[in-house]
């Protein structure tokens, strides 16, 4: 048992998310795997100073939070789980009662500091997780967060919730107002924290730009209130500013539909998918999904102002709210089918038992240990965030 898992299960009794039996991994290979796109039909728009001006205001008028201060602040403790029924489980936790059991807010990306640094980020080892929150349990989708998550046992076992906010105003009256995404992927690279918008691309954060702001009022407020030094963020302590927007084009004449993203070190990139059905979908598109990888510019943490794909997939996989690649192998986890997909251009696909609800992946690099598959689920009352050893699924 890894030290993490001995603090995890003296910290608090294990919590047993859904089934005890373990998933027994298939090694059958899928009737027909990706087919290769034409890569040059994909491009990114990059303006990572969309906001300079009213960010630089917001930032004099309520001051930052480092990540270690947001941390030493966190004001919600996670419960261990045991294996939530896959093989190679490694370790896991899940969030507190009232945020498994909360029908107006529903986990969906996940990255970690092993992304953005590859080890510890401001001394803290972190798992991110993106959320959406809906108006009432059965409305529309009104704004959205992420969760920080100490995962280093040197640290307590706590978590922090930062709201995500667009900047609005003027520089001498800035303001700020809710993002209602669906925040399906997340990557964080450098100090970059990058969202997926599911009809545009990419939204922009930067980790160094946590704002302080003030509690204490109703939890419908938002922004700068009549007496221009106050700023309510619906009770939220702290919020993390939009600093600029990644536009996906193409001439494929299909726009790309942004369902989930992952980062990719060992080819520093960004990889997405989209969320299909075959057919009968009333919400989403009707089409086989494409999965394609934007590089960063060399030796930098960020998009060129324009970004030419390097590589495009047709999928024949359908219901995919999950993507991983690295070093050309690459992961695909369908909540529809619960099965994980793995495929690489010389070996083939491959098709895995996996959870249902399942929503992103991130790899997770060790040089000392195993490799990590880490990913989670959305489902109300079950809501598991765990890795497996990446060796379990595919070579």
């Known amino acids: 048992m890894s030290v993490r898992s001995r603090v995890l299960l ?23 795997g990706p087919t290769t796109l034409p890569a040059g039909q994909y491009t990114l728009s990059a303006n990572y100073h969309q906001y300079d001006t009213l960010d630089s205001a917001l930032v004099s008028k309520l ?11 966190a004001n919600h403790t996670r419960q261990s789980i045991s294996n939530p029924g896959v093989a190679g489980y490694s370790d896991g936790f899940t969030y507190d009662s009232g945020d498994v059991g909360d029908c107006t807010n529903y986990p969906q990306g996940i990255t970690t500091t092993r992304d953005a640094v590859g080890g510890d980020y401001d001394g803290h080892q972190l798992v991110v997780v993106s959320w959406y929150t809906k108006a009432g349990c059965d409305g529309a989708q009104s704004r ?30 800035p303001d700020f107002t809710d993002i209602p995404i669906h925040a399906g992927g997340i990557s964080w690279y450098g100090d970059y924290l990058y969202v997926a918008d599911t009809g545009h691309g990419m939204r922009v954060f930067d980790m160094r730009k946590i704002l302080k702001t003030n509690t204490g009022g109703t ?21 993390l500013p939009q600093v600029g927007t990644i536009t996906s084009n193409t001439t494929s ?19 997405m998918t989209e969320y299909t059905c075959s057919s009968g979908c009333t919400g989403y ?12 510019a060399s030796g930098t943490t960020t998009f060129a102002a324009s970004t030419t794909a390097t590589e495009a997939l047709q999928l024949p996989w359908y219901n995919l709210n999950g ?28 098709t895995f038992a996996w959870i249902s609800g399942g929503e992103s992946l991130s790899y997770w690099e060790d040089a000392t240990n195993p490799d990590l598959l880490w990913t989670l ?14 060796a379990t699924y595919g070579p």
């Open 10 to 32: 003296a910290a608090a009794g294990v919590l047993v998310l859904g089934a005890t039996s373990l998933s027994t991994p298939s090694t059958a290979n899928a009737a027909s």
């Open 63 to 73: 001051g930052t939070a480092s990540v270690s201060q947001v941390m030493d602040n």
């Open 144 to 173: 959205s967060r992420i969760t920080m998550i100490d995962w280093d046992a040197t640290w307590p076992n706590t978590y922090r919730k930062v709201l995500l906010v667009e900047p609005t105003g003027s520089a001498s009256a």
């Open 219 to 239: 939890a419908d407020q938002i922004g700068r209130q009549s007496d221009g030094t106050t700023y309510y963020a619906h009770n939220y302590a702290y919020v």
């Open 253 to 271: 004449g299909t726009s790309l539909v942004w369902s989930t993203i992952s980062l990719d070190r060992a080819i520093p990139s960004v990889v």
């Open 285 to 296: 598109p009707n089409r086989a999904p494409r999965a394609v990888r934007f590089p960063f």
């Open 323 to 350: 993507v991983a690649s690295h070093n050309g192998r690459w992961w695909f986890n369908s909540s529809g089918q619960k099965q994980l997909y793995y495929w690489t251009p010389s070996s083939g696909p491959l």
């Open 377 to 390: 689920r959305e489902t109300l009352n079950n809501r598991p965030v765990f890795a497996v050893t990446q």
